[in-house]
């Protein structure tokens, strides 16, 4: 491995591997068939990267994200790898070229999605190509029982036609054992060595706490931890929402989510890592790339959407080694939202179908036609249109592109934003006028928070809707203003592009996916009920039933989740640090005293009822406890 050695040390200025990195890479470098099944921070793409640059040729990376294309190729790049990947709404004489560079250019790894993979002209270049391996990149999408199963990966193996010599390693983070078996059969992988990493976490407590005042809770856990904390909610106003609530209550708090402009990215990221702003409150879009190694608490203030899910965000914690917590705060609400979510989520078979006609409605597609060309396509535009829910048609997108069906460009739902630059005075002036300026000025202050503070996402279709107007005229408006220097309004110009990749068939090309789509569905579902069953299990050990879950032997419970100590717990006498903390404060609710002392909030509250009982305390008219004296 000294070679190895050498490779990461060059590139990635580590001194060794981690375990098992060392042994999987030795296997890929032996020309064997490899499946790694290692947890979010284990390091994956060293895997394949090392052993690829231990030996001439490219290696051919499949992966269902552009986004995470993009992050590892931008990586290599920066490290002086030569990468390159290919993305939608590239012409046939790019290709051409592309192709050229890579082959003759010494470039060590091409990136593409499964769906290009699909592509005869693409599989005839990759023939020409010195591949010296393939890595199969979130492999888990191969199969129905994965948490994000996309039946384009089904047709991966085509590589294994194309090279038949050319080892393959398929990578994943969290993929229970029916999940493997589907990998290896359906990459149709003899014998293949499989590398797998324990789940279990020593350091990591996973606790689930079933609150009402969830808020109050994440000022507890705000205040008793000094280190870096992750908190993760599901949409992306709450991740403003929070973190401006933890501001105002004195923290340092950053927000993230997919829809920021990169810029804001960057800077919530940096601000982060440098613990300028030490709490993060994202949706499970901040994950990508994290590796902060000294996070002591990741929270979910809502439910995630599968036990993978979970694992990898509350991952993300203790990667230290050191002691580390998972929070997950929820109540009987958010049990009943989650559950509406998923019913609510996927569009049925026919709406697919209807959503799928109108697609071709719109551009007039004749039946039979097939147009190669791409398309520009607006979401919104597109939803008000025809009457449809913009989460029913980007569910139905989403499932078409999966398919091959459709390719869209992953900025097919990017916003318009729009930040006041003139002073509060001035923009109240004009809010005064009677006219439709007006009107539009006070319906954005009214519905946009922080929008003179920063960039803000607007939707013109819904502005426009609830002034009665065409969305042109706002659009007129804003830029009216923005030449005025009121705001700065920046138009979401570039639509997003649409590739149809049949013809038209209509409910013909729907009936041959409808048992792939119900399966998915089915699926979700039952990750979903999974997921449920770990959260209202407190019977037991958190850490035992996710082992069990990924079909691993649990041989004892880990004694600090919230099932074990509730177990074990039992009454300590803290009494002196209560008196104490009294002393110093005079007067303090038991959120308080709870927040400021080290120990389970139920042990604090029988410690203050016996020190009432004792008279050594008292108590006042604002529920606030003080030393009786």
Request: hydrophobic share 40%.
């Amino acid at each position: 491995m000294t070679n190895a050695l050498q490779i990461l040390k060059q590139y990635w200025n580590y001194d060794s591997f981690r375990s098992p990195q060392d042994n999987i890479i030795e296997a890929v470098t032996n020309k064997k068939q490899v499946i790694a099944l290692l947890p979010t921070g284990g390091g994956k793409s060293i895997c394949f990267q090392v052993p690829a640059l231990l030996s001439d040729g490219v290696c051919i990376v499949v992966s269902p994200l552009i986004a995470l294309m993009q992050d590892q190729v931008d990586s290599l790049n920066e490290k002086g790898i030569k990468a390159m990947a290919l993305t939608s709404g590239i012409d046939q004489d790019e290709l051409i070229t592309l192709f050229d560079n890579i082959r003759f250019g010494n470039y060590k790894f091409l990136y593409l999605s499964p769906e290009r993979l699909q592509s005869v002209f693409i599989q005839e270049k990759i023939k020409q190509l010195n591949v010296n391996l393939i890595a199969i990149d979130e492999a888990h999408c191969i199969s129905e029982w994965g948490h994000d199963f996309r039946p384009s990966y089904r047709n991966i193996k085509v590589l294994k036609t194309l090279k038949p010599s050319v080892p393959i390693i398929a990578l994943t983070a969290t993929a229970t054992k029916k999940v493997i078996d589907d990998i290896s059969s359906s990459l149709e992988l003899e014998s293949p060595t499989i590398f797998k990493k324990s789940f279990y976490r020593e350091n990591l407590a996973y606790q689930f706490f079933n609150i009402e005042d969830k808020l109050q809770r994440l000022l507890q856990i705000c205040t008793k931890t000094k280190s870096p904390i992750i908190i993760y909610v599901s949409s992306r106003n709450k991740t403003k929402e929070i973190a401006n609530f933890l501001n105002a209550q004195g923290f340092n708090a950053s927000y993230y989510h997919g829809g920021l402009p990169a810029t804001n990215k960057q800077i919530a990221f940096d601000q982060w890592i440098s613990e300028q702003t030490p709490i993060m409150v994202a949706t499970n879009a901040f994950g990508m790339g994290i590796d902060k190694s000294n996070v002591r608490v990741v929270v979910h203030l809502d439910l995630p959407n599968s036990i993978e899910n979970y694992i990898q965000e509350a991952g993300r914690a203790g990667r230290d080694g050191e002691k580390a917590f998972s929070a997950v705060l929820y109540n009987s609400n958010d049990i009943r939202i989650f559950e509406e979510k998923f019913k609510q989520a996927f569009p049925s078979i026919h709406e697919i179908k209807s959503i799928y006609k109108s697609l071709f409605q719109k551009y007039r597609i004749a039946l039979g036609e097939l147009v190669e060309t791409g398309f520009e396509f607006n979401l919104l535009e597109f939803s008000n249109a025809y009457k449809y829910t913009p989460a029913k048609v980007d569910s139905t997108l989403r499932l078409l592109h999966n398919n091959g069906i459709v390719e869209v460009s992953n900025n097919y739902n990017k916003k318009s934003t729009l930040q006041f630059t003139a002073t509060s005075r001035q923009v109240l002036l004009y809010a005064k006028a009677e006219n439709i300026t007006s009107k539009l000025i006070q319906l954005l202050l009214r519905s946009y928070g922080g929008i003179f503070e920063q960039e803000t996402n607007i939707n013109e279709f819904w502005i426009a809707q609830k002034l009665g107007i065409l969305s042109s005229k706002v659009v007129e408006v804003l830029s009216q203003l923005d030449s005025e220097n009121i705001v700065s309004y920046k138009k979401a110009t570039k639509n997003g592009e649409l590739f149809f990749l049949l013809p038209r068939e209509d409910d013909k090309t729907i009936n041959r996916i409808s048992k792939n789509i119900t399966a998915y569905i089915q699926q979700k579902i039952q990750k979903s009920q999974d997921l449920l069953q770990l959260t209202n299990n407190d019977q037991v050990c958190r850490s035992r039933q996710i082992l069990i879950y990924f079909n691993e032997a649990a041989n004892s419970d880990c004694g600090m989740c919230d099932v074990c100590l509730n177990a074990k717990e039992r009454y300590t006498n803290i009494s002196k640090e209560i008196t104490s903390y009294l002393n110093k404060k005079e007067f303090a609710s038991s959120q308080e005293i709870c927040s400021n002392i080290n120990s389970s909030e139920k042990n604090v509250l029988v410690n203050l009822q016996q020190l009432l009982a004792e008279e050594k305390i008292a108590i006042n008219n604002y529920n606030q406890y003080y030393i009786n004296s």
